[in-house]
C-alpha cells in the first residue's frame, strides 16, 4: 500500500543557473529531497522556454547570468505569471540588491550554500506564496460578494447604473462611465453616459452634448446605429494609437475626445442570456489611466455584473408583460364603457401612453375595395391629455397610403419624405412629428383598419414596440369591429339567417365535401353519384385528368360508407415495379422467392373489412390483371408461395387517367377486368370545365399558402385571375396550387400577382380521346412512316426506326413488308 506522502505529487522546481557544477550540484540536492527538477536552464531565453512548455512550482534563479538579460529581467517576467522564485546570488551590491528587491522575490540563497539552507528558504518560499495566493482569492471572494450585494437587487436601469459606477470606482478609478445595453429585439440600444465629478458623485451626460449642433441629426443617426466594440469582442485597454484608432471608428468615442478631453479606456464586453451586444466602458483623461492589473481586478466583478443585468431584464420582461395586459384591459373597458368614438379614442390613447409614451394617435379604416383608407379618429397630446383633433379630407390626403398600413412598421429615421407626407396627411402641414408606429388591426386575416402611434421624439419606437403593439392590435380588433361594424354585421346576419337552410346544404354537398372545394354543376354530380354509391359494395372507377383529385374522391366514397371504421389502404400501381407489385398486392410466404426471408401480408389482406385504393390501374402489368380479375370474382387472393386460397372481404376503388376503352382496344388492358371495374364510374371534371370553382379553390389555397408560408395574403389581382380563367389547365386542381404558391413565394405585397405568364398553348390530355379512331393498321403504319423519315430511312442502329419504335429490327423488316412499305434511299 500507498503512503500517505506517496498520494502528494512531489514539487516542481526549475534551475536557472549558468555555471553547470553549481547547477548540477543543486539538482542533486533537491532530487535527494523528493524535488522533480524539469530541467537546467542556462539563460532567460532558455527558461521561458522551459516554463511555457511546463510551469514549475517554484523557480531557482541566479541573479547574474550570461547573455544581454539577467535573472532580474526574468525574475519580472515569472512575477506577471505569477510563479515563485527565489535568488541566487553571490557579491551582491547594494544597487543590485535593490533592483532585486522591486521584483518581490520568496528568498535568497547567498553562494556557497549548505544543502539545509536550500530546503529550508523552498520550503518558506513555497509557503509564502500559497498563503498569498489564498489571501489574495479570499480579496477577490469578498469584493465580488460586496458588489454583487450592491447591485443584484436593484430593478431600474439608471439607478443600477450608478450603483456599478459607484462600486467600481471604489476599485479603479476612471472619469466618465458608459453603459451600453443592446437587445435583439430593439431598434436603438439603451445608452447612459456618467461623468464622475467626485468619489462617489456622477452627473449623467445627456446624449445629445456629444454632437456639434450644426451636424446634429446626422451624428445622433451615426451614433445610435454604431456599435461599440464589435471588432473588439474580447475588450481591453485602448490607449495612444489603439485609443486613435477607436476613435477613427466609433462617433461616440471621437466626440468624448474631442468634447472631454479623453485619452485612454478600458473596454469590458457582457455576456447576457438573452441576446444582445452589452458593454461597460470606462475612460480617462490620462493617457495612461488603467493598468493591466486594474483591468484584471475590474474583470472579476463583471459576473457579478452580468447577473445583475440579468435579473434586471428579466424583471422588466415580467413588468412588460404585466404593462400590456393591463394596456389590453383599459382598451376593453374603455370600448366597453364608451358610448361613441370620440369619448372612446381619447381613452384608448391614454391608456397606450402609459405603456409607450406617444404625443398622437389615429386610427384609420381600411376599404380593400376601393383601394383607400378613411380617417376614422385622430387625437394628439395637450397638456397631457389627449384631445380630438378635426380629420383632413380622407379621399385627398391618404389616396394611395392604405399599403403603408396593411404591414406593421416603425419610422425611425428622422425627417423623410415618406414621413413628412405621413404627419401632413394625418395631422396637417404644421406637424411636428418625429417618429411613427403603425400596425394593422385584422379581421379574419384581413386588414380591418390601421393603429397609428406618433411621437415628437426621434427614434422613439423599437422594434420590439411594435410586436407589442401587434399584440395588443387583437384586443383592439375585437373591440373596433364591435364599435364602427355593427350594422353592417347585422346585416349580415339577417341575411345569413335567411340563407341558412340553403347554405347548410351548400356547405355539405358544394363548398366542402370531403375537403373538395367547388359548387359547379359537374362537381355536385360527382358529389351526388359519390354519396349514392357510398353505402354499397360496389366497385368504383374514377376516371379523369391527372391532378383532379381521384383520390379524395376515393376517401369521400370510403368515409361515407359502411367501412369507414377501418382506414383505407392505398396502392399505387405505378410506382412499384413488376417483380414486386404481386408481392406487395397479395403478399407472400417465407422462401417463396430470393430474399424472401420472411412472411408478409399483402395490402389485399390488410384491407380485409375495409377498402383497397387501386390509383392508377391502367399501369397494372397485363399477367397481373388476371390475379386481380379473380380478387374480385372469386373474392380470394393466394400468397406468393402460399399452399392454398385466403378469403378476404374487400371494397375496390380503382382511378386511372387513361382511357381504359382505349387501352383495351390497343391490347394493353383486359376487357373482363375493365368491365369488372367499370361497375360504378364517376369521372372527374377538370378543372377547365368548371372555372366557376376557379376563385373558391384559389381563395382556399391563398389561405393555405399564406399560413405556410407566413404571408398575410389578401386576394388575387383581377390581371391574374382573368388570365387564370383563359388557361386550359391541364395540370389541373395540382397545377393550380402550384402556381399560386410560386406566385406566393414571389409575391412583395398582399395582393397576389402571377410570377410569369400561363401559356394557353400547352396540349390538354383527355380521358375520352377526342380523336377520330382509324384502324389499327393505319395507325401502325403512320407510325412506321414517321420514325422512317426522322431516321432518314435507317432501320438499324442508333438513332434507327427500329429503335425509336422500341421493336427489334427483324420484326420492323417483317412489319413494313406485310404493310408494303419500302424505304427509299436519301
Not at 494609437?241 to 476613435?247: G, K, M, N, S, V
Not at 406617444?358 to 376601393?370: E, K, M, P, Q, V
Not at 379523369?544 to 366514397?557: H, M, N, Q, S, Y
Request: with cysteine.
Amino acid at each position: 500500500m500507498l503512503s500517505p506522502n506517496e498520494l502528494v505529487p512531489s514539487p516542481t522546481l526549475l534551475i536557472v543557473e549558468d555555471e553547470f557544477m553549481i547547477a548540477n550540484d543543486l539538482r542533486r540536492i533537491l532530487e535527494k529531497a523528493g524535488y522533480q527538477v524539469i530541467g537546467l536552464a542556462g539563460s532567460v531565453p532558455e527558461a521561458i522556454t522551459v516554463v511555457e512548455k511546463q510551469r514549475p512550482d517554484i523557480v531557482l534563479l541566479d541573479i547574474f547570468l550570461d547573455g544581454d538579460q539577467t535573472g532580474i529581467d526574468l525574475a519580472h517576467w515569472l512575477r506577471e505569471e505569477n510563479t515563485p522564485f527565489v535568488y541566487l546570488s553571490a557579491n551582491l551590491t547594494s544597487s543590485v540588491l535593490e533592483l532585486a528587491k522591486e521584483t518581490h522575490p520568496f528568498g535568497f540563497l547567498n553562494k556557497p550554500f549548505r544543502e539545509k539552507d536550500v530546503l529550508t528558504t523552498l520550503e518558506i518560499a513555497r509557503y509564502r506564496h500559497a498563503h498569498s495566493e489564498e489571501a489574495k482569492l479570499r480579496q477577490q471572494q469578498a469584493l465580488q460578494m460586496a458588489v454583487n450585494n450592491a447591485i443584484v437587487t436593484i430593478q431600474d436601469r439608471s439607478q443600477l447604473c450608478l450603483a456599478i459606477a459607484d462600486q467600481i470606482d471604489q476599485i479603479v478609478p476612471f472619469s466618465f462611465f458608459n453603459l451600453r445595453i443592446g437587445l435583439s429585439d430593439e431598434a436603438a440600444s439603451y445608452w447612459l453616459m456618467l461623468q464622475k465629478i467626485a468619489p462617489g458623485t456622477f452627473e449623467r451626460i445627456p446624449f445629445t452634448s456629444l454632437v456639434q449642433s450644426d451636424r446634429r441629426d446626422v451624428m445622433i443617426d451615426e451614433m445610435v446605429r454604431e456599435s461599440v466594440g464589435d471588432s473588439d469582442k474580447q475588450g481591453g485597454i485602448f490607449t495612444e494609437t489603439a485609443f486613435d484608432q477607436l476613435c477613427e471608428r466609433y462617433p461616440a468615442i471621437r466626440s468624448c475626445r474631442d468634447r472631454f478631453g479623453v485619452r485612454s479606456l478600458a473596454f469590458f464586453p457582457i455576456q447576457l442570456k438573452q441576446e444582445s451586444s452589452t458593454t461597460i466602458l470606462l475612460s480617462s483623461t490620462l493617457a495612461d489611466g488603467f493598468s493591466r492589473k486594474a483591468y484584471d481586478v475590474i474583470s472579476l466583478i463583471i459576473p457579478q455584473i452580468a447577473l445583475a443585468l440579468n435579473n434586471l431584464l428579466a424583471y422588466e420582461e415580467i413588468e412588460a408583460h404585466r404593462q400590456t395586459k393591463a394596456t389590453e384591459l383599459a382598451i376593453v373597458t374603455a370600448f366597453r364603457n364608451g358610448k361613441d368614438r370620440a369619448e372612446i379614442v381619447p381613452l384608448v390613447a391614454k391608456a397606450l401612453n402609459n405603456l409607450l409614451p406617444i404625443d398622437g394617435l389615429a386610427i384609420f379604416r381600411i376599404d380593400s375595395t376601393t383601394a383607400s383608407s378613411a380617417t376614422t379618429t385622430v387625437v394628439q397630446k395637450a397638456g397631457g391629455s389627449f384631445t380630438l383633433l378635426p380629420g383632413p379630407d380622407p379621399l385627398v390626403t391618404l389616396t394611395g397610403m392604405t399599403p403603408w398600413f396593411t404591414e406593421p412598421a416603425g419610422q425611425q429615421s428622422p425627417e423623410t419624405e415618406k414621413q413628412r407626407s405621413l404627419a401632413q396627411a394625418v395631422y396637417g402641414k404644421g406637424a411636428d412629428w418625429k417618429s411613427f408606429l403603425y400596425v394593422p388591426i385584422m379581421n379574419n386575416s384581413e386588414p380591418m383598419a390601421s393603429l397609428l402611434l406618433a411621437s415628437k421624439a426621434a427614434y422613439a419606437f423599437t422594434r420590439k414596440d411594435v410586436l407589442v403593439l401587434q399584440e395588443i392590435s387583437s384586443q383592439i380588433a375585437l373591440a373596433l369591429e364591435n364599435l364602427v361594424s355593427f350594422e353592417r354585421i347585422r346585416d349580415l346576419s339577417e341575411q345569413l339567417e335567411r340563407e341558412k337552410t340553403y347554405l347548410t346544404e351548400e356547405i355539405k354537398t358544394g363548398h366542402n365535401f370531403e375537403e373538395i372545394i367547388g359548387t359547379s354543376s359537374a362537381l355536385k354530380t360527382v358529389f351526388e353519384s359519390a354519396e349514392q354509391v357510398a353505402k354499397t359494395d360496389s366497385t368504383v372507377l374514377i376516371t379523369g385528368e391527372t391532378g383532379t383529385g381521384k383520390e379524395l374522391i376515393a376517401r369521400a366514397v370510403h368515409n361515407q360508407s359502411n367501412r369507414k371504421n377501418r382506414s383505407v389502404v392505398k396502392v399505387n400501381c405505378a410506382a412499384l415495379p413488376s417483380q414486386l407489385i404481386e408481392s406487395e398486392l397479395f403478399g407472400h410466404e417465407r422462401g417463396s422467392y430470393t430474399g424472401a426471408i420472411e412472411k408478409r401480408i399483402g395490402k389485399f389482406e390488410l384491407a380485409n373489412g375495409s377498402t383497397i385504393f387501386l390509383d392508377e390501374i391502367g399501369e397494372l402489368p397485363l399477367e397481373l390483371q388476371a390475379k386481380l380479375l379473380r380478387v374480385i370474382q372469386e373474392k380470394e387472393i393466394e400468397r406468393l408461395g402460399g399452399k392454398g386460397p385466403i378469403r378476404v372481404d374487400v371494397r375496390i376503388i380503382a382511378a386511372t387517367n387513361r382511357d381504359l376503352q382505349q387501352e383495351v382496344t390497343a391490347g394493353r388492358f383486359r376487357s373482363d377486368l375493365y368491365y369488372r371495374l367499370n361497375v360504378f364510374p364517376i369521372r372527374l371534371p377538370p378543372l377547365r370545365e368548371r372555372l366557376e370553382d376557379l376563385l373558391p379553390l384559389t381563395t382556399h389555397f391563398l389561405q393555405k399558402i399564406g399560413k405556410k408560408l407566413g404571408k398575410p395574403l389578401t386576394g388575387i389581382a383581377n390581371s391574374s385571375l382573368q388570365q387564370m380563367r383563359q388557361y386550359a389547365w391541364p395540370g389541373n386542381i395540382r397545377e393550380l396550387e402550384h402556381v399560386l404558391e410560386r406566385a406566393a413565394i414571389l409575391s412583395r405585397t398582399n395582393t397576389l400577382e402571377l410570377a410569369e405568364p400561363l401559356l394557353t398553348g400547352l396540349a390538354v390530355p383527355s380521358v375520352v380521346s377526342t380523336f377520330e379512331v382509324e384502324p389499327l393498321q393505319a395507325t401502325m403504319r403512320t407510325a412506321i412512316l414517321a420514325a422512317l423519315a426522322k431516321s432518314g430511312n435507317r432501320i438499324r442502329g442508333e438513332g434507327g426506326a427500329a429503335e425509336l419504335l422500341n421493336i427489334k429490327p427483324t420484326t420492323l423488316e417483317a412489319r413494313m413488308k406485310k404493310l408494303n412499305i419500302t424505304v427509299r434511299p436519301v
